[in-house]
């Protein structure tokens, strides 16, 4: 019914009040959060996308694997130049195997803290998902608002050096909650019947932080991550980060009441700053009762609680069974990289406000990743040259105590450069991604385009080459597109390289990937026609 095959997304600025203060944002459509894309698994759809606004701006479907159809996935200098202002991009988005909930984002400058929505995939036409069917879906989508313009704010941290300004508020669905000031008469609500369930479309848009949500005096059901069904997990919280998502299932199984959804930041970085305000949505039950002044908050782990966050994590398990992939074991390629948070010194006649006046940065094998000024994808496909370089290195270039308390001085100081992997086509990869503790040890979502993968292992500490690989879960990985790596710890993936073309990676924390902490996958085309990257489309935006 509601499903179609052409959306178009109008960029353009509009008035929001939020905080007892109004700006301009930019939306799609007037629309914030965005409008909610609804597929089946398996189609393809168009969305013609309008810059009506007054910057550079490129649109991303977070999720969408894009099979053999990098060119509108839509990573700003790395598949395509950014739309201009007044200019128009036709982008085709290409579902494959995903079902469940995923989203679709900005991806230049920091557009992407207002600009974004939700992706529902439904399963193939006129089956069900494997799950209980739920009454009603509810869009949950977690972000965060400034109260000043998130130009400035973007800008203002790129010339400081230092961290960006905190958010003033975490918001559901574009609301702050009742514990914000000026925010109660507008926090979203949505209401239920008792004895029935409901499927929570939960989306992490945040910029820069991990949560924990739950709802009061329920359990949730954890059925779907990442656009990928898993095994039900049922938890009294869920830890989310930015770019993830999760298809939960809501019972709605005790008293009539009113209850609070409610959402909080976790940090595990030290002198890292955040609101630690709790974000609210109500749950409000049908029926004959006395509600009470105000609900109660549902109990959820203090801001700095780790083990809660490995707890919750480790427990996600795949569903094997729905998708003809199975983990690789023959591994052609392995890649281990270190994540860190680096300083670099502070260009000649600037004040920098990053540790003791350098400015940050932030690295993957000690390179800090230096975005180009036209996009790699094009590079490649036409062969111009000086553009990126291969050879990202393959192992950290030393070995250390990574997650130890001292750590020698170069492992500070990383280079700069455009720095690719070229992977060959069917290629069997796996990924360690060492976190280390650089400055500080923190926890980064690690994301990559393109593809699902198959998520075989956690750990504290470093990565034991030796050790750890005989804990890994080859039967039941979850399926994710980000990984949470845990402060000082690591996280293994899988996925083969079957699909050719240009596939940005990045730690999903806006500040951290502006810092450099990011790579790119070049996937070389394999022998057959259908193993080969096609032309791009005609009106590619040009730079
Ligand atoms: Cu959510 Cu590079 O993307
Ligand atoms: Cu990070």
Redesign the pocket.
Known sequence: SQIRSHYSFVVREANYTRLCSTKSILTVNGNFPGPTIKVHRGETIFVNVYNKGNYNITL?W??VKQPRNPWTD??AY?TQCPIQPGRRFRQKLIFSTEEGTI?W?A?SDWS?ATIHGAIYVYPTKNTPYPFPKAHAEIPIIFSEWWKSDINEVFTQFIESGGGPNISDALTINGQPGDLYPCSMTETFEFHVEQGRTYLLRVVNAAMNLILFFSVSKHNLTVVGADGMLTKPLTREYICIS??QTMDVLLHANQEPDHYYLAARAYSSGVGVAFDNTTTTARVKYSGNYTPPSSPSLPNLPDFNDTPAVLDFITSLRGLPERYPRQVPTNITTQIVTTISVNTLPCPNGRTCQGPNGTIFAASMNNISFDTPNIDILKAYYYHINGVFKPGFPRFPPFIFNFTGDFLPITLNIPKQGTRVNVLNYGATVEIVFQGTNVIAGIDHPM?L?GFSFHVVGYGLGNFNQSKDPKNFNLVDPPYL??VIVPVNGWAAVRFVATNPGVW???C?LERH?VWGMETVFIVKNGKASNETLPPPPPDMPLC
């Open positions: 991303h977070h999720g839509g990573p790395i989203w984002h991806h992407r930015p770019g994301h385009h597109n980000t940005f990676m990045h999903h990937q």
